[in-house]
Nanobody, 123 residues
Framework: QVQLTESGGGLVQAGGSLRLSCVTS????????MGWFRQAPGKEREFVAA????????YYADSVEGRFTISRDNAKNTAYLQMNNLKPEDTAVYYC????????????????WGQGTQVTVSS
C-alpha cells in the first residue's frame, strides 16, 4: 500500500483551469496504475481518469474527455490531473487512487485512496 496526498484544488470560475497533484509515499510508484475519482454532494463517487504504470494507457470518463488530462512523473512519485474548461458540474471532492492496472482503477479497484481535495467551479 502507498499513501496518497492530493493538492491543487480550489475555487475557479467556469472556463478556468486547475491542476491537481497526487504525491505518493513509499517505493515502487512506477509499478502502480493511478486514477482520479470525484464525488459531488449527494452523489456517488465517480470515475474521472486513469493512467497505467508507465503512462502508456489512459482512460477518461465521457464527461471529461477532451477537457481533462491525466499524467504522471514517476521520478517525482506524482500523478497529475490537468483540468481545463471547467464547468460548475465539475464541482466535487477529487480523490486519487492507486491500483494494479489502469483498467482495474477505472473499474474502481484500487489498493489505496487519498483524502481528497475540493474543487469548486463558480458560474
Amino acid at each position: 500500500q502507498v499513501q496518497l496526498t492530493e493538492s491543487g484544488g480550489g475555487l475557479v470560475q467556469a472556463g478556468g483551469s486547475l491542476r491537481l497533484s497526487c504525491v505518493t509515499s513509499g517505493r515502487a510508484f512506477s509499478t502502480y496504475a493511478m486514477g482520479w475519482f470525484r464525488q459531488a454532494p449527494g452523489k456517488e463517487r465517480e470515475f474521472v481518469a486513469a493512467i497505467s504504470s508507465l503512462g502508456a494507457t489512459t482512460y477518461y470518463a465521457d464527461s471529461v474527455e477532451g477537457r481533462f488530462t491525466i499524467s504522471r512523473d514517476n521520478a517525482k512519485n506524482t500523478a497529475y490531473l490537468q483540468m481545463n474548461n471547467l464547468k460548475p458540474e465539475d464541482t466535487a471532492v477529487y480523490y486519487c487512487a492507486a491500483g494494479p492496472t489502469a483498467r482495474a482503477v477505472r473499474d474502481g479497484i484500487a489498493n489505496s485512496w487519498g483524502q481528497g481535495t475540493q474543487v469548486t467551479v463558480s458560474s
